[in-house]
């Protein structure tokens, strides 16, 4: 019993678990050639509070990066872009006070029949506003105020969409740095696999390692919550159904001591996930042609990692694990793996790689798009404006009947 009440007291009394790691071992403790010269540790319960201390710290720093500096830099270059589009129009200028149009020049005011007219259409309104009860309704908004509140709301989604994507840029940048340094200390860089599995299971965990899986692990529950606030895309399924299979593997993973693998399957998916929205937010930004070849660097990146590198370990998973890791279900002592698990991670790796094959056959149709001349558009989302900013056949605008007449027959 007081075993059981310290344990309970340990989730309570360490704050310190939410940001540091625990269970460190003592330097004198026997240590693998991963890192041999940092302090490896041990793993239990309170790994679940620094997973969750790290979720909540990912929250804040999203809210810091996008609200205090990507927001605010979005609305300025929107800003001087604005600026810079009123500057180049060109305004004729007036002659003597008169001004020049359809009609031929005038000088401001009108005829005695216009001013009639005029004055006709005043009364007419103000009758067609008289209600039942004897007040008068409020006149009418104008055409172009909805236009323009219409506008101002799909240059607010345009802001946060630059900064969503510019905080995934930052997330991803400093984690495959950190990832690819792990790899190249790693004993299969640069890519021999049968490391991942010789001298399984490699416990205990160097600091770098555990430090690394559990705040990967943490940014990708903090991303489950994320995808489901964010404006949903055409593919919400998709990456829900991969953001679940990955936090999965992962918390397994690091249940069943196949770190090493799963530090080298992070490091390769990373990588794209800095340059697609990079893209997006020099599209944005409407800087031109550099969305289009930063999309080249990623179709390319995509098929070296995700569908090579990538495939090639999973492929590792299904055929090469069972040569170098002993199953406990054969009955030999000390083996920890079971092949429940083994089929369990060969499943999921599998339903990954097919998402990922089905992904590309959408870049792909994205690059034929490119070739054929057209810019770079991301087809599995409504980046740019979600459906219901759309302009619908009955919207107000400034169109000639025959662009609305266009625009209807479009809509049916």
Not at 139 to 157: C, D, G, M, Q, V
Not at 244 to 268: A, E, F, H, K, P
Not at 369 to 386: F, H, L, M, N, T
Request: charged share 20%.
């Amino acid at each position: 019993m007081p075993g059981v009440l310290r344990s309970s007291l340990d989730w309570v009394v360490q704050p310190s678990a939410f940001v540091q790691l625990s269970y460190p071992l003592p330097k004198s403790a026997a240590h693998s050639n991963f890192f041999p010269d940092y302090r490896h540790y041990g793993k239990g319960r309170l790994d679940i509070l620094f997973v969750i201390g790290w979720a909540v710290l990912f929250f804040l720093a999203r809210e810091v990066v996008m609200q205090g500096c990507l927001a605010p830099f979005m609305r300025r270059w929107l800003a001087h872009q604005d600026a810079r589009t009123r500057k180049s129009k060109v305004v004729e200028p007036s002659l003597n006070g008169y001004s020049t149009g359809p009609e031929g020049y005038t000088n401001g005011h009108a005829t005695g029949s216009e001013h009639e007219e005029k004055l006709k259409a005043s009364r007419q309104n103000l009758h067609s506003r008289h209600n039942t009860n004897g007040t008068i309704s409020p006149p009418p908004t104008p055409p172009n105020s909805r236009r323009l509140r219409r506008e101002a709301k799909i240059r607010e989604k345009k802001v946060i969409r630059f900064a969503e994507q510019g905080w995934t840029v930052v997330y991803y940048t400093v984690s495959w740095a950190f990832g690819l340094y792990i790899h190249c200390n790693s004993p299969s860089y640069p890519f021999n696999l049968d490391q991942l599995w010789e001298g399984y299971p490699h416990t205990p965990l160097p600091g770098p390692v555990k430090f690394y899986y559990l705040t990967q692990l943490a940014f990708w529950l903090n991303q489950l919550v994320i995808l489901n606030i964010e404006a949903w895309r055409k593919d919400h399924w998709q990456m829900m159904s991969h953001h679940i299979i990955t936090t999965w593997l992962m918390i397994t993973s690091y249940q069943w001591d196949m770190t090493r693998v799963g530090c080298l399957i992070l490091t390769l998916i990373d990588f794209c996930d800095i340059l697609l929205p990079l893209a997006k937010m020099t599209k944005y930004l409407d800087i031109p042609v550099v969305p289009d070849l930063l999309f080249v660097v990623f179709l390319v990146s995509w098929l070296i990692s995700r569908q090579g590198f990538f495939s090639a370990v999973v492929l590792s998973v299904v055929n090469d694990l069972p040569k170098w890791v002993l199953f406990k279900d054969d009955g030999i002592p000390g083996a920890v793996f079971t092949r429940n698990a083994w089929w369990t991670f060969s499943v999921l790796l599998s339903c990954l790689a097919v998402l990922q094959l089905l992904w590309l056959v959408l870049i792909t149709r994205v690059a034929i798009k490119v070739v054929r001349g057209a810019p770079a558009e991301d087809v599995r989302s409504d980046d740019e404006i979600s459906d219901d900013d759309e302009l619908s056949p009955e919207t107000p605008t400034n169109d000639t009947p025959r662009q609305v007449g266009k625009r209807r027959r479009k809509a049916t």
